[in-house]
């Protein structure tokens, strides 16, 4: 297990790296990345290995972090028929009854 200081130490660089990735990103159009990258002495392969951990730490705390929220398919199917009964392209193939529920019909 990794120390605190550790921890902090390598979200810091991912951050700072995460920084130089947007600013290369941001360069000026029509400059290549060899030329950005020589420019803020840097080397190629060392800006595509930054670039691969900065987006695998991405992936890692979107994984960590997911708020999708898991609906029974049944239920899914359910809203959907009655959102497409609620349209007029349907109402001829669907009617309701008094208690509000939806009747399959021609």
């Not at 080397?43 to 999708?68: D, I, M, N, P």
Request: glycine residues 2%; contains cysteine.
């Amino acid at each position: 297990m990794k120390s605190h200081t550790s921890l902090v130490a390598q979200q810091t660089r991912l951050s700072e790296w995460a920084d130089l990735i947007r600013d290369c990103q941001n360069r000026p159009q029509g400059m290549k990345i060899d030329e950005w990258c020589q420019l803020h002495d840097i080397t190629k392969a060392s800006y595509y290995w930054r670039l691969r951990k900065v987006r695998e730490a991405y992936l890692e705390t979107a994984e960590q972090t997911q708020t999708f929220v898991e609906v029974p398919w049944q239920q899914y199917f359910v809203n959907k028929f009655l959102k497409l009964a609620d349209t007029n392209i349907c109402r001829s193939s669907f009617s309701c009854n008094p208690s509000g529920k939806y009747d399959i019909g021609a």
